[in-house]
């Protein structure tokens, strides 16, 4: 029973110091649920194609959603500490590749709310400003990670467009 106690001890004891990175053990992972500021609105809820990732200052990348008619859409961003400049994010309708939506052009808005009228795909683009350490390291073959990658949280939220008039 000793035997147990003390080995049950170095392993929790172990797991502790493997976690001491903050990007183990997939930190990024559901970051837009613990991290970014959900609605106020009690009818919006979680949808699926939120996502979260590592990302590296200039990067760019998109996701695509499926924005069904009838349905109210807010969609929000949060990052880490480490981007020290607003993240810039785009929706654009994917069958057009026509931007609907740009933050730079309002204020760096983290979030936006819109209703959908009929049913569209749209990429939500998301980019990190800064210089890529990924270019700038032409004579290091390492890039420090603490201070040139964070995580980003992108969370969909949609609800039932509410009906308007009597």
Same mark, same amino acid.
């Given at each position: 029973m000793k035997q147990i106690i003390v080995a049950l001890f170095i392993a929790l004891s172990l797991q502790g110091f493997s976690q001491n990175n903050d990007y183990s053990r997939n930190r990024c992972l559901e970051y837009h649920k613990n991290h970014c500021e959900r609605s106020t609105n009690k009818y919006y809820q979680i949808n699926s194609e939120s996502r979260s990732g590592l990302f590296h200052k200039g990067q760019r990348s998109r996701t695509l959603i499926e924005a069904f008619n009838g349905r109210d859409y807010r969609i929000s961003i949060c990052h %880490? %500490?480490?981007f020290s400049k607003p993240i810039i994010f785009r929706i654009i309708d994917k069958s057009r590749d026509e931007v609907l939506y740009d933050n730079t052009e309002d204020n760096f808005a983290q979030d936006f709310e819109f209703t959908v009228t009929s049913t569209v795909e749209l990429w939500v683009e998301v980019e990190v400003q800064g210089e890529s350490p990924l270019t700038t390291t032409t004579h290091n073959s390492i890039i420090r990670r603490d201070s040139e990658v964070g995580c +980003?949280?992108?969370? +969909?939220?949609?609800?039932v467009t509410p009906r308007k008039g009597f």
């Open positions: %880490d %500490d480490v +980003i949280g992108l969370l +969909i939220e949609f609800m």
